[in-house]
């Protein structure tokens, strides 16, 4: 069963750091992109960042450049998402994803609030 499961969420003031974690089960973790997703309350869902299956290439949201930092280990099967600076307008449910074939595949999310 191919599954992911997002950690590390939680309560930060305005100018603290968050890691994020995604591990990844049931499929070959080193073939595929991985990417971040996160969806603020009340909002649809934005792409914040991915990572090729090599990790050796990455791309941001404009929103997020510079702040965040998208990594993998492929031997530990775990995607990364180093959170810097983060602005009260970051809150959101953070979820990790997979395209294997046609299908999505989303974690359960993990929740990141922003606040004094």
């Known amino acids: 069963e191919v599954q992911l499961v997002e950690s590390g969420g939680g309560l930060v003031q305005p100018g603290g750091s968050l890691r994020l974690s995604c591990a990844a089960s049931?499929?070959?973790?080193?073939?595929?992109?991985m990417s971040w997703v996160r969806q603020a309350p009340g909002k649809g869902l934005e792409w914040v960042s991915a990572?090729?299956?090599?990790?050796?290439?990455?791309s941001y949201a404009d929103s997020v450049k510079g702040r965040f930092t998208i990594s993998r280990d492929n031997a530990k099967n775990t995607l990364y998402l180093q959170m810097n600076s983060l602005k009260p307008e970051d809150t959101a449910v953070y979820y990790c994803?997979?395209?294997?074939?046609?299908?999505?595949?989303w974690g359960q999310g993990t929740q990141v609030t922003v606040s004094s």
């Open positions: 990572i090729n299956s090599g990790g050796g290439s990455t």
């Open positions: 049931g499929f070959t973790f080193t073939s595929y992109y």
């Open positions: 994803n997979v395209r294997i074939a046609a299908l999505w595949v």
